[in-house]
């Protein structure tokens, strides 16, 4: 999961009514081919499960704005194009609860709906993956990227890259900045453990030392006997190499803010470089708490969050979506307005979306040819993004007294490139 924040990272410039859903289909149709765009387009429906309240509210809101602007922009496309038709979507609440994000999924399907975008979270696509095999619907989540719904066959596309490119991202740059060994600290959940797991793996991987750490259950309120077993690890960590550099990794939530207060008062772990997950990248509870915003700075937390992308139209959606709701959106919502395009191409190449197979076999096509406001999309064999992702880390930083996150390095990876760490401010202690 993705942290959030509000007026942090602001683009300038001026938008050209008229010209930013062409801007975007544009992109979408740089080597789709041309007889798949000749078809004349009836009414078209696709379904949306977003999390539009509950924990993941903010996350939903920016992608259902994104989903309203990519149906506004593909029906502004085919009114131009003269193929007419209409498309529109059917959204619906899961509230970030995998049974309720079920009952809505049954209640498209009521509906007639073969074709979902989302869900948003790992548990609500793992248990929406059941119901949608066994009826023919396709998934297309936004959000999800957890590695143990990485399969080959099923019914779900995700477009987000994997927590396990996650995990290569902040462990690369760990060790780039001289951690030599890392001491894991981390809830103990699906997204914890996982998160947990690959991370000491690379770390290992790149010449690094991982010790045990110190896992916690998720309802966990005092941190104390945690955090003092996590002090005498890093301690023993220190003594036990003559130029040992030690780092803290933390996998958690909104917990890492009365982590972070008593952990300021420790030395053992005051004194070391702290790493996040993207659960704490631009994470508000931080900033709006003054001692964790303190704790923070002094350990220079460094989370990693789903880059932006570097084409111009990124920006310009971006935006688009800031003005309407006043949250800095997750690089998820422009995500789910590239879904939005390629699910509406692929409908286009195979005649509509009832056709199960045929739109399934061709939505990968399509996906392997489409440059999306967040790159190319390709996929790779098991449905998930093969390529052109990146990670920002972002740290905190205070300028007469404000708190505010800044990006601090990038993981790139480009078609075609090698994988580049790039350090732009914030160097650690």
């Given amino acids: 999961m993705?942290?959030?924040?509000?007026?942090?990272?602001?683009?300038?410039?001026v938008l050209r009514p008229g010209l930013i859903w062409l801007a975007g289909c544009l992109l979408a149709?740089?080597?789709?081919?041309?007889?798949?765009?000749?078809?004349?387009?009836?009414?078209?429906t696709f379904g949306a499960l977003l999390p539009l309240t509950?924990?993941?509210?903010?996350?939903?809101?920016?992608?259902?704005?994104?989903?309203?602007l990519a149906q506004a922009d593909i029906n502004a496309y085919l009114a131009a194009s003269g193929q007419g038709g209409q498309l529109t979507f059917q959204i619906e609440n899961t509230g970030g609860s995998p049974q309720q994000a079920?009952?809505?999924?049954?209640a498209l399907a009521g509906r007639g709906v073969r074709v979902v975008l989302g869900p948003f979270s790992d548990d609500e696509a793992e248990a929406c993956l059941e119901f949608a095999e066994k009826n023919n619907i396709v998934l297309?989540?936004?959000?999800?990227?957890g590695p143990f719904l990485s399969k080959k066959g099923d019914n779900l596309f995700r477009l987000s890259p994997s927590d396990t490119y996650q995990a290569e991202a902040v462990t690369g740059l760990m060790r780039q900045e001289g951690a030599t060994t890392i001491v894991p600290l981390w809830r103990g959940d699906?997204?914890?453990?996982?998160?947990?797991?690959?991370?000491?793996?690379?770390?290992?991987?790149?010449?690094?030392?991982?010790?045990?750490?110190?896992?916690?259950?998720?309802?966990?309120?005092?941190?104390?006997?945690?955090l003092d077993d996590l002090a005498k690890q890093a301690a023993q960590a220190q003594r036990n190499g003559k130029a040992a550099k030690v780092a803290i990794y933390f996998a958690g939530g909104e917990e890492i803010v009365p982590i972070l207060k008593a952990?300021?008062?420790?030395?053992?772990?005051?004194?070391?470089?702290?790493?996040?997950?993207?659960?704490?990248?631009?994470l508000d509870a931080i900033a709006k708490d003054p001692e964790s915003a303190a704790a923070a700075m002094k350990t220079r937390l460094a989370s990693p969050r789903y880059g932006?992308?570097?084409?111009?139209?990124?920006?310009?959606?971006?935006?688009?979506?800031q003005d309407k709701t006043d949250t800095f959106p997750d690089t998820q919502s422009l995500a789910a307005y590239d879904a939005a395009w390629a699910a509406f191409f692929t409908a286009q190449a195979v005649g509509g979306a009832t056709d199960f197979a045929r739109f399934k076999q061709a939505f990968v096509q399509t996906c392997e040819r489409m440059y999306g406001v967040t790159g190319w999309l390709a996929l790779n064999e098991h449905g998930d993004r093969r390529e052109d992702w990146d990670f920002d880390f972002w740290v905190l930083k205070n300028d007469g007294g404000k708190y505010f996150w800044e990006k601090a390095a990038r993981y790139q990876f480009e078609p075609g490139t090698a994988k580049e760490l790039f350090l732009s401010s914030g160097k650690p202690k």
């Avoid at 509950?54 to 309203?68: H, I, Q, Y």
Wanted: net charge positive; hydrophobic share 40%.
């Fill in 29 to 44: 149709l740089v080597l789709v081919p041309g007889a798949a765009l000749a078809q004349k387009a009836g009414p078209l």
């Fill in 308 to 321: 932006e992308g570097g084409a111009n139209v990124y920006g310009l959606v971006e935006r688009r979506i």
């Fill in 2 to 13: 993705n942290g959030h924040g509000k007026g942090v990272f602001r683009r300038s410039g």
């Fill in 102 to 106: 079920v009952d809505k999924l049954k």
């Fill in 54 to 68: 509950g924990p993941l509210a903010e996350a939903g809101k920016t992608s259902r704005v994104a989903l309203e």
């Fill in 263 to 282: 952990a300021a008062k420790r030395p053992e772990l005051a004194g070391l470089g702290w790493y996040g997950s993207s659960a704490t990248a631009m």
């Fill in 140 to 145: 297309i989540s936004q959000g999800s990227a």
């Fill in 190 to 226: 699906r997204f914890g453990d996982d998160m947990t797991v690959h991370v000491k793996a690379r770390f290992r991987q790149l010449g690094g030392e991982a010790v045990p750490g110190s896992r916690y259950a998720a309802e966990r309120k005092d941190f104390t006997p945690i």
